[in-house]
């Protein structure tokens, strides 16, 4: 039995909670929604003039904004795994030490996808235009998905490392607070102050973003496709080598 | 010789500045019941800890069947079971499914790991609750839930840590024909407990573990010898009698008698105390409905066991 198959039933089982607990995939619903609403709509006209003109430039954004707070569920639900003892029932079995962590980060992706797929369709219902192909915007969402996957496997190992629920809580909103909102996601880093543009380049979620930016509705795709890569990348294998190392550690 | 199936020496484990574990040592044979007994706080859960891979010790030597659990782990845990404190199940998801993931986990296929949870919740009674979300059970359904869980790889060494802590009497007494089913059956069985009773009824040999180490070690006859010859007791015919009678056996054995509800007990130092009592009782008029020697219960050798080791 490979530790493919292992995380793959993890996997299912993760994702059967969600019939018991349909409200995750209505929070997932309802949550872009209202923040569509909100930036377009409230603050669109502030910020750009008018919202039909902003809500072209914030969706792809917003979209990763939303996987990004949406990672912090693998904290969560890992954290509860270790508190209820279930954890202790899959550490006591002959499988991959990593599958339970990669099938709830499996399942987790999967869920996420449902939100940006909603997130991306409610935009175009308020009048967001795609100016590029299909495969652009399929590869678009492959980005920000495999961005939701990074991120799940450093909130992995905030899940695994820290013993409250709370705690986790705490530290996963303090991570992703200035990841989602000081980043190109809302206005273009030019706008900001000298400080805090240094800040708004090397965010990853900026470069995902401006990413995601140009393969939706045109733009360098090339130089920050490449910087996103290169930031998936460091923080998958940093990120995965520690969790993995917590998982075991762990009393 | 028949290597044993839990063979420990030499155990000690430490959290920070706590040693939880000092140098304890046990073997159980396989296809036996062994009661680990101790206070809250004794080092039980730890030393079950170890021997199922989740913690390691600092030193010392711990092995299933003869596999190492440091250097072996893995293959230990292919051979055991392990059902905790906690009912280590999912709460989302029905019973059925519960047992159908850990089949699929443990490399069954598909049809086998459907089958095997089948035959499991039959056997434990749950069929009928099958489809159900284990987070609607009751606590005795989810220990069931939980101890069959720890089963569906067929395991040959099974921990149950306190399995039926928190249950009610029923419910207690159902875990307990399930225990006493899979030792019958050749499982190897290490148990640990709070509850005497428990021990004194499934377990074939004690070992009796405080502040990290072993105090005591035997069957629970043994146990219940060893602390100390027998016990008078007497059930006066009236409650207004408790007083008198205690100050009597009190007189008689020169121990203190302690009373409880409408019985009053006191250790024997010497069997001819028993006819001196029945004497006594009959000249100051004093009716009783019961009298005699018995064997200091389990929690009576316990508590003198671990009281002793306090002095």
């Known amino acids: 039995m490979s530790a493919v198959t292992q995380t793959a039933v993890i996997a299912r089982r993760n994702l059967l909670h969600v019939r018991s607990d349909p409200q995750q995939l209505v929070g997932m619903t309802i949550q872009p929604l209202m923040f569509l609403l909100l930036f377009v709509y409230v603050f669109g006209g502030a910020i750009a003039g008018s919202s039909r003109v902003y809500i072209q430039y914030v969706l792809p954004g917003l979209v990763v ?15 509860t795994d270790f508190q209820h003892g279930l954890v202790d029932r899959f550490r006591s079995l002959p499988i991959a030490r990593s599958s339970v962590v990669a099938g709830r980060i499996a399942a987790d992706v999967l869920r996420t996808g449902w939100g940006a797929v909603i997130s991306v369709a409610a935009g175009m219902a308020f009048g967001f235009r795609l100016h590029t192909s299909v495969a652009g915007v399929v590869g678009a969402l492959g980005l920000i998905l495999a961005w939701g996957f990074a991120l799940s496997w450093l909130m992995a190992f905030l899940g695994v490392s820290l013993r409250s629920a709370e705690t986790v809580q705490t530290a996963g909103f303090l991570l992703v607070m200035p990841l989602g909102f000081a980043s190109s996601v809302f206005a273009r880093a030019s706008t900001m102050p000298g400080w805090l543009q240094a800040f708004v380049k090397v965010n990853p979620v900026t470069v995902v973003a401006d990413a995601a930016r140009g393969l939706m509705i045109g733009g360098p795709v090339a130089a920050p496709l490449l910087k996103s890569a290169a930031w998936l990348t460091a923080i998958t294998a940093v990120s995965w080598a520690l969790t993995v190392h917590r998982y075991r550690a762990r009393a | 010789m028949d290597q044993p199936a ?53 030193s010392g030597r711990a092995a299933i069947l003869g596999h190492d659990v440091v250097r072996e782990p893995q293959r230990v845990r292919s051979l055991i ?134 105090i005591a070690e035997g ?24 007083p008198a009678v205690t100050r009597l056996l009190t007189t008689i054995t020169g121990t203190p008698a302690t009373a409880d509800r409408d019985t009053v007990a006191v250790p024997a130092t010497d069997p001819g105390q028993l006819g001196a009592a029945v004497g006594l009782l009959g000249r100051e008029h004093i009716p009783v409905s019961q009298i005699g020697l018995r064997l200091p219960s389990l929690d009576e050798a316990f508590l003198r066991i671990t009281g002793e080791r306090a002095r």
Not at chain 2, 142 to 157: K, T
Not at chain 2, 224 to 237: D, L, N, T, Y
Request: proline share 3%.
């Open chain 2, 219 to 242: 069957s629970p006859a043994e146990l219940k010898e060893r602390s100390g010859g027998q016990v008078i007791e007497v059930r006066p015919a009236r409650a207004e009698d408790l």
């Open chain 1, 65 to 79: 904004q939303g996987v990004t707070f949406w990672a912090m569920q693998t904290a969560i639900g890992l954290n």
């Open chain 2, 6 to 58: 839990i063979d420990v020496a030499g155990l000690t484990k430490s959290f920070g500045r706590t040693r939880v574990l000092d140098g304890i040592g046990f073997t159980a044979a396989e296809g036996t019941v062994l009661g680990l007994l101790g206070p809250n706080g004794a080092g039980k859960t730890t030393a079950v800890r170890i021997l199922c891979t989740l913690l390691r010790p600092d």
């Open chain 2, 81 to 214: 079971g392990l059902t905790g404190q906690y009912a280590a199940v999912d709460d989302m998801l029905s019973a059925q499914e519960n047992l159908y993931m850990i089949g699929r986990l443990l490399g069954l296929r598909r049809r086998a790991a459907r089958r095997r949870a089948g035959e499991l919740l039959a056997e434990f009674g749950l069929s009928a609750d099958a489809g159900r979300t284990v987070r609607t059970y009751s606590g005795g359904m989810r220990r069931r839930l939980d101890l069959a869980a720890s089963l569906v790889g067929e395991p040959r060494v099974l921990f149950l840590d306190e399995p039926t802590t928190g249950l009610d009497v029923a419910s207690r007494g159902q875990l307990w024909d399930l225990i006493s089913g899979l030792a019958a059956g050749g499982v190897t069985v290490l148990l640990t407990t709070q509850y005497l009773e428990e021990a004194d009824r499934l377990a074939g040999r004690v070992v009796v573990i405080d502040h990290g180490q072993v």
